[in-house]
């Protein structure tokens, strides 16, 4: 069974940083990307950011560049998402997914774990 476990998310003043971390299982994680969501309170889900097999390659949208970094450890099956200067609008609970397909067009697996809680607040 494919899981993914995330992790790390809190409460963090605007301006803070957090370390997201996603542990996944069930499938042999090396081969395929990886991909953060972000599900904003009252809207849909969203894809923030995606990292290619060796983590290499990565994809960032437009609104958490320069401030957020996806990496990967293989070893560890484990994907994170580093988040600095954080905005109130980067609240929400924040997935993780394998994807497949081209870099405008990424599909995520049809698992999802529970997701891990964002919220940015003074």
């Known amino acids: 069974q494919v899981q993914f476990v995330e992790s790390g998310g809190g409460l963090v003043q605007p301006g803070g940083s957090l370390r997201l971390s996603c542990v996944a299982s069930g499938y042999t994680f090396s081969p395929y990307d990886v991909a953060w969501y972000r599900q904003a309170p009252g809207k849909e889900r969203e894809l923030i950011t995606t990292?290619?097999?060796?983590?290499?390659?990565?994809t960032y949208l437009d609104s958490v560049k320069g401030r957020f970094t996806i990496s990967r450890d293989n070893r560890k099956n484990t994907a994170y998402l580093q988040m600095n200067s954080l905005k109130p609008e980067d609240t929400g609970v924040y997935y993780c997914?394998?994807?497949?397909?081209?870099?405008?067009?990424?599909?995520?697996?049809?698992?999802w774990g529970q997701g891990t809680q964002v919220t940015v607040s003074s």
């Open positions: 997914n394998r994807v497949i397909g081209p870099v405008s067009r990424k599909v995520p697996s049809e698992y």
């Open positions: 990292a290619s097999s060796t983590g290499h390659t990565t």
